[in-house]
């Protein structure tokens, strides 16, 4: 395998298969001593001043430029690019095993938690290549925030102190006042405040799963991230529960660029503006079949694959 053009190209070796194997990740990301080095949340140290208020309009866009990925030896994508523009609402689908998911965690770089995972390619935010050797990891999460697919709140702090958790994690201080004002804020971005509003102090583990769900967005927008990943948000809630989360995204598309994986066709048609379809075939890596305007991939898809997907043919 040649390198991609200014990517991270896996160095590999021949195996039985079909595909190249790709070398130990240690060999290939870390940089000098990072298997030595414990890194401290903490570390990241950012004064009152600098705490910046909440963002009047998207302004960042993430580019994925041929994104291979592997597992060990078995590969999972193949070359996946994909423009995610600033302020839109950007659906991936697919069928499961595909690579969705994996594509999302290479976003925002917790695919490198994985001992046997590597890739290749290169994910750029705002032109800057978030995999540059030079670029801290803690940092490049704080502005691509991620929710997952089971809400996972700290059950034993308080709703007021889920909220801010991630600025104690990232070394940021607000005064009491502050602290008070951005717990409303976010909370009432993340579509919760009007249900929470007079029991703060009540464990974030009491609150319902979509409550939670909204609890754990409102959490990500504490930190002020520029990027929001979702994956399958509203998998294991109710009907009136996605719905709200659905009512969530829609208020925070136009100030932070969203990118969700899901599995209902009819929460990607509703919510994003822009599709990507992943397909695996036989024993292939995943790959992007085509993306489009949402309305473009549901009403006139230029390949059948789409078209059987989202009519539900498959899948």
């Not at 570390?43 to 302004?59: C, G």
């Amino acid at each position: 395998m040649d390198a991609y053009q200014g990517g991270y190209a896996a160095p590999v070796d021949a195996y039985q298969g079909g595909y190249a194997a790709p070398a130990p990740w240690e060999q290939q990301y870390q940089p000098a001593g990072y298997a030595d080095r414990v890194i401290d949340l903490t570390d990241t140290y950012v004064d009152l001043d600098e705490y910046s208020p909440a963002p009047v309009a998207a302004a960042t866009q993430i580019d994925a430029r041929s994104i291979s990925a592997w597992f060990g030896t078995h590969k999972v994508l193949d070359r996946v690019s994909l423009h995610m523009p600033a302020g839109t609402v950007t659906a991936l689908i697919g069928p499961s095993g595909c690579g969705k998911s994996t594509f999302l965690r290479i976003l925002n770089r917790m695919h490198e938690l994985i001992p046997s995972a590597a890739l290749a390619g290169e994910v750029l935010l705002n032109g800057e290549d978030i995999y540059d050797a030079t670029r801290r990891v803690t940092e490049t999460r704080k502005r691509i925030g991620m929710v997952f697919q089971k809400p996972n709140p700290f059950p034993a702090m308080t709703i007021g102190d889920n909220v801010v958790a991630g600025l104690k994690l990232n070394g940021m201080r607000v005064s009491k006042s502050d602290r008070d004002a951005l717990i409303e804020e976010c909370l009432t971005r993340g579509g919760l405040w009007n249900e929470v509003k007079d029991r703060l102090d009540t464990p974030g583990g009491s609150l319902s799963g979509g409550q939670q769900q909204r609890l754990c967005i409102a959490r990500s927008l504490a930190v002020r991230p520029e990027v929001l990943l979702m994956d399958e948000p509203c998998s294991a809630l109710d009907p009136t529960s996605t719905r709200r989360v659905e009512e969530t995204i829609g208020a925070l598309a136009s100030e932070v660029t969203i990118v969700i994986v899901t599995h209902n066709m009819q929460q990607a048609n509703r919510v994003s503006q822009q599709c990507a379809f992943f397909l695996a075939e036989q024993g292939t890596p995943g790959l992007i079949v085509e993306s489009g305007a949402t309305q473009q991939i549901f009403n006139s898809p230029r390949d059948p694959r789409t078209a059987d997907y989202v009519n539900g043919r498959f899948g």
